[in-house]
């Protein structure tokens, strides 16, 4: 198939890009991108499947309306030039921000794209395919229309010539099938493609920093919550550390999802480090005194090809947050954070998320690999498939993902450096 002309191009001139780039939105001392004044607002469509306050959409496209705290004050270098909204709920905000801010809501997703031109109109798409009423597959997995919403934007991409870079909300999919499409039609058209949970780069507290090139010997994570929903955030945490490993990434031998009681035979037969564990849990810990007697607890276990066992454990209500513990060669202490989700000013998480999607759409180079997003996705995918097939260990050739992690810096504590400003 004839290439499409893209916004990608060749290293010598990206890393040019990236340099006047970076000089014209300033860096602060986190290497975190700023916008100044010079730069000119980049114009991008969102593609959403419902505007509520507190939702996704809310805490991601209302930074580029109303700033990086919704409060009118400064913002990201974007400029929201459309939106399509597939549900309007009874608390709907979409409306109300659209005569606000003058943005008109379209119809269908390619107008979003052309703004009733014969062209791609937009330098970026920003896609959030997380809440709303939409089904569940049978092994638990909310069909979040996220295929969908790619599928039309490549559509509209490859009949008007021209490919911008694409942000997709949280993992691809939500079905590996599905993913695995994201993930090669964007190989086929090229598309600078960054996906992902914003919890990635969030603040960590206890701040540690994962040293690159390091052995890791051993990852230890604990989750909460809804295994579809928040065992995606959980994974992908543990996923960001991991990677930093020597060697770089190549994916995953095998997963397995244990369930009830049985997520705690590993650990008293040694398989999983105890004090990892306990490192972990420490961060989060809800109601430690129920850590055995609930059957809703699950176990994501798997094995990189290079060797490290990874596991994490879903505990919903006996925990209140995500975590990782790590050990490293030649270390004899442990290393382990929690990734924070504070919720003031207006979820700031997300305004680190934004950083990223901002830098993509001004230098055209996603500022981490989808790759990390596409094996987190597969490994979520075959964990729940495992918790269906009663608890069997699923070998995954298909999870040998090869990708070479970046050193994108995550967000520093609010007490130790503002908020992007």
Known sequence: MQKLMTDSINRREWLAGVAATCTALGTNSHG???????????????????????????????KLLEGWRQDGGPGPALRLASMYVDQFAENDLARGMSKKHRV???????????????HIAVDGVI?????????????GQILYPRRRFFEEITNAFEKYGRVVPVFNDKHLGPAWVDAKWMYDRAKQLEVPFMAGTSLAVTFRDPPIQVPMNCEVELAVGVGYSHLDIYGFHAIECLQCLVERRRAAESGVRWVQCLTGKDIWKPLDDGLISQEAFEA??????SQPDQLRNRDDSALFLFQYIDGPLAAIFMLPVIAHGISVALKLKGDPKLLATRFEERSEPRHPHFAYLLKGIERMVHTGRPSYPIERTYLASGILDRALTSKS????????PELAIRYQPVDYPHAPLPELASEPS
């Open 32 to 62: 975190v991108v700023q916008a100044s004044e010079k730069v000119p607002l980049k114009p991008v469509a969102a593609i959403l499947t419902r505007y509520e306050k507190g939702l996704h959409a809310d805490v991601l496209i209302g």
């Open 104 to 118: 008109p809501i379209t119809d269908s997703i390619e107008q979003a794209l052309t703004l009733g031109t014969d």
């Open 280 to 285: 972990a849990f420490a961060l989060v810990k």
């Open 389 to 396: 097939q009663q608890q069997q260990k699923l070998r995954t």
């Open 127 to 139: 896609s959030v395919g997380e809440h709303g009423s939409y089904p569940s597959s049978d092994i």
